[in-house]
């Protein structure tokens, strides 16, 4: 979807096999930017919510410098937060924006559709049905062809502006500090999720063996 959409700004010819061949060839370090990236997004999130939406919008070119700048890893993260930065007010406003309208569209179309289904006598999974592909093959692109429009103008904006060398070895401490988080309370969360209820259960079972045996 997202060489479509660059294909199509650039008044280019788009080659469905070689979109697909491009798709499949990078789909694992796809993969691997987005865990990534959801895994910064969540450590954020870890500190009071808050760090987590400012660390979202650092972080909203993420996919744009991967797929059209070979940026990889990390450096598909710092790329983006370069870009954003001196502009995450606008940013923000504009993603809280086209937030807001995608809500409104799909709530609207949930209760004209749900309308309908009610009068015809459909079935549920039928509603659910329409409305998931009004998500998909409306909502999903018409957000990701808006960012890749912020994208483009961010981009061209900062073309001839150099990284600041003292911005991105902060960004990057940022990023791996907040890596670290995410990756602490995960495993504190498998460990209270496996080891913690045996632990209650095994105290439980020896209080009620204590009891028994002084009665």
Known sequence: AVSTIDAVSHGHVLD???AYAKAFRLGLSYLFIILL??????????LFVIPGIIA??????????FLFEGKHGLSALLQSAWYVRGV???IFLR???IAVITIAAIGIFSLLVGGLSLFAGFDRAVFSFLVDLFVFMLIVPFTLCYSYVIYRDVKAAKAHI????AFMKEAEKTLVILVLIA???GLAAVFFWNFAPRHFQ???AQHRAAIHYTS
């Open 202 to 204: 095994n105290s439980s």
């Open 37 to 46: 990236n959801a895994i910064v997004v969540l450590g954020g999130s870890i």
């Open 56 to 65: 979202s919008i650092y972080l909203s070119f993420v996919i744009f410098t």
């Open 183 to 185: 990756a602490i309370a």
């Open 95 to 97: 993603k809280l924006s």
């Open 162 to 165: 150099p990284h600041d060398p």
């Open 16 to 18: 469905a096999n070689a």
């Open 88 to 90: 995450w007010v606008a």
